[in-house]
């Protein structure tokens, strides 16, 4: 199994980015999918999940401006990620698992980098 990120680069505070993730020897519409983030000296946090029934779930940062979605005919999961502020600023990683919570993510990718400029 391999997944990986792309879409990551610079934005400015209030620009948007879609960040897309690529999966080989896994279905995504079979598991659950998350988005995480580890910002420069900071621990990895959940950006937000989507179970297989299509319900999603987000990180209070996240609530509102990031929609997860997946593309299930090209095998993709898109992060799209509106209003970015530089704190966002984050390698940004996608996992899937059997469910939502962090343990239960088996396979994850390389991440990919988004910078928000002030």
């Known amino acids: 199994v391999q997944l990986v990120e792309s879409g990551g680069g610079l934005v400015q505070t209030g620009g948007s980015l879609r960040l897309s993730c690529g999966a080989s020897?896994?279905?995504?519409?079979?598991?659950?999918i998350g988005w995480f983030r580890q910002a420069p000296g900071k621990e990895r946090d959940g950006v937000g999940c989507l179970s297989p029934s299509g319900m999603a779930g987000y990180s209070h940062f996240a609530r509102g401006r990031f929609t997860i979605t997946v593309d299930s005919a090209e095998n993709r999961v898109y992060l799209q990620m509106n209003d970015l502020k530089p704190e966002d600023t984050a390698i940004y990683y996608c996992a899937v698992g059997s469910s939502c919570n962090y343990g239960a993510m088996h396979h994850w990718g390389i991440g990919t980098l988004v910078t928000v400029s002030s």
């Open positions: 020897g896994l279905f995504f519409d079979e598991h659950s």
